[in-house]
């Protein structure tokens, strides 16, 4: 059973389209992420949500809306696609961090915008 | 803030040599977590190693182990007798203990082993 899984692996689209990106996580984690991967391999967090409640938001343009339905959910839709938004995009979910447990990543979604 | 450092873009080495990753970091909190995160080319992210900060103890996993450096800010990432599949980039992460959590990344290092 995959632990942090996230659809679809591959998106490509046009510049003005509106996508989302779906992640789901089996493993009763409380707190989920969106983290950024750029060409260059940056990993920078987008969003955390813990308990469907938005815990951090960074500067992240407002086109870029998560959702959590549920603890077990958390989605990505971006409006209005522009160039710049090609990138890696991953899930992830963890309890609290560090002493008890790791952040669980999906196995991201490569997002390319022509 | 929390800041990571890694100053080593590229790294390759003879395969079962052993090999060294630096990382620093810059914190103002005491009490914070660091980790070493591997994404080989399929691009899932592993978790290699854990430090507690407050542990003075550096963590090994097997062929892994850390050099934790508290007062310099330090926190590298020995591999031993190093193996093809440890071919990925490495990624050095630190996160605070309170408040709200988030794993701030280092630029990464792209490891290569060479058989």
């Known amino acids: 059973d995959t632990a942090v899984s996230q659809t679809p692996k591959y998106l490509v689209t046009q510049m003005g389209n509106d996508k989302s990106i779906k992640c789901e996580q089996n493993l009763g984690h409380d707190t989920m992420y969106w983290y950024k991967q750029d060409s260059k391999k940056f990993l920078k967090i987008m969003f955390s949500?813990?308990?469907?409640?938005?815990?951090i938001n960074e500067t992240v343009p407002n086109r870029f809306s998560p959702k959590s339905p549920d603890k077990a959910h958390l989605n990505l839709h971006i409006n209005s696609l522009e160039l710049g938004d090609s990138a890696v995009y991953f899930c992830a979910s963890s309890g609290f961090l560090g002493r008890d447990t790791e952040a669980f990543f999906g196995q991201g979604t490569r997002l390319t915008v022509v | 803030a929390q800041t990571v450092t890694q100053s080593q873009p590229e790294m390759s080495v003879q395969e079962a040599e052993t090999v060294t990753l630096s990382c620093t970091y810059d914190t103002s909190e005491n009490n914070y977590y660091l980790f070493w995160y591997k994404q080989p080319p399929s691009r899932q992210m592993i978790l290699v190693i854990r430090q507690e900060a407050y542990k003075q103890q550096n963590a090994t996993e097997n062929r892994f182990s850390v050099n934790f450096q508290k007062a310099a800010k330090s926190f590298s990432l020995k591999i031993s007798d190093s193996q093809l599949g440890d071919t990925a980039m490495y990624f050095c992460a630190s996160v605070h203990c309170c408040g709200a959590q988030k794993l701030v990344f280092g630029q990464g290092t792209r490891l290569t082993i060479n058989p």
């Open positions: 949500y813990n308990n469907k409640e938005l815990i």
